[in-house]
């Protein structure tokens, strides 16, 4: 969506939810936008359908960095490390160096890795884990 690039999500039409889901209908495989719709439902705090849209994503796009990363942050702060730990893994190897979600994904496993265990679904990490969870997509 050309006019919303550098708006933030939530100004762009009012709210940028319905703005994406209409773009989407008309062009389903618009990543950038995609990932964009899982960042407004995580925003919003429905973690649980931002993980779909991403994974959907990553159906299509299995090394996509922004995704892999917001769907291993949105599952460490559901304290479900070991599924966060494979999406940073993918992410890890596949991302250069240079890449902006390369050194989150680092970052946000030595966060889970510094976490004590804790049992799946039982939510402290969102209180613990200081990684940012807003920001633009850049390509």
Known sequence: MPWAEGSTRSSACGSALPCYER???????????????GMVRFDSGDAVEARKIWS??????????PSL???ALALAQE????????DLDVLLKSAPPDN????RGRDLLRAIDSQ???TPGASTASTT???????????
């Open 116 to 118: 004590p265990a804790t």
């Open 23 to 37: 773009y989407l209908q008309t062009n389903p495989n618009a990543v950038t936008e995609a990932f964009e719709l």
């Open 129 to 139: 884990l200081r990684i940012p969870t807003k920001d633009a997509y850049k390509h």
């Open 79 to 86: 304290n479900n490390a070991a599924d966060a730990r494979k």
């Open 69 to 71: 990363f917001y769907r």
């Open 100 to 103: 902006l979600y390369f050194g």
């Open 56 to 65: 959907n994503l990553l159906g299509k796009q299995p090394t996509h960095p």
